[in-house]
């Protein structure tokens, strides 16, 4: 279900480092922080066009003395690792290409562990539906901040997986859209040993599952891209 607002995501939204008005001093930046915002009590004091790749969903971590602001992509497929040390020169340090046809908006970070969301593009949102696309969550060690390693994939046998949920251990938690199901459901996945994966539970809204009758009219919740 498209949202009025991604209009105006896919025009102008870029990754903006912010700080209290009174925190910080204001600096030269690497990119020069756009004009025609407005605030109050709050300032941009650091800009990045992202090497043109508008960000989407976003988390932060402290490594050592530096910290990095990860991201998925709802335009391009990968995913980008900018250094926001030094909040007035963000600088994008790495971009980690995705597939091809393929939804790459979502991602969760805890400790040395991500999880990227990989989807089947929405129907009016730049897809090819007559192109091959991947699907399901990419497991990654992120152990080296600039340098992920690919650990493993989940797969659905469906559409993928949209808004996921992670904050370390063994379960991740999915919004899937499994085979036999409409829309998405929710799946428990256990990566003790993220090279294989393994399912551990799934819950749906009754009238969800293939041949069930809906006790009442319910919504998921879980509908387009945010």
């Known amino acids: 279900m498209a949202c009025p607002g991604y209009s105006i995501v896919r025009r102008s939204f870029r990754a903006f480092i912010y700080s209290l008005a009174f925190a910080l001093p204001i600096a030269a930046s690497a990119d020069s922080i756009p004009g025609g915002a407005a605030s109050q009590n709050i300032q941009a004091v650091g800009y990045s066009d992202l090497q043109g790749r508008p960000g989407f969903k976003m988390s932060i971590r402290q490594v050592g003395e530096r910290w990095y ?81 690919k650990l493993g994939q989940y797969k659905t046998g469906g559409t993928g997986t949209h808004r996921n949920f992670y904050a370390g251990g063994k379960y991740m938690h999915l919004a899937a859209g499994m085979p036999g199901y409409k829309e998405n459901i929710y799946v428990i996945v256990d990566i003790s040993d993220p090279a294989n994966p393994v399912e551990a539970g799934r819950w749906w809204v009754p009238g969800q599952k293939a041949g069930e009758t809906q006790v009442a009219p319910q919504s998921t919740g879980l509908h387009g891209p945010p």
Do not use: C
């Open 69 to 149: 602001l990860y991201m998925g992509h709802l335009w391009n497929n990968g995913w980008s690792i900018v250094d926001v040390t030094d909040p007035t020169k963000p600088e994008v340090v790495k971009f980690v290409p995705g597939p091809e046809n393929t939804w790459t908006i979502q991602m969760e970070i805890s400790g040395d562990r991500m999880i990227t969301a990989l989807e089947k593009i929405g129907d009016g949102w730049g897809g090819d539906p007559n192109k091959p696309n991947d699907e399901g969550v990419l497991i990654w060690d992120i152990s080296d901040p600039v340098d992920p390693k």
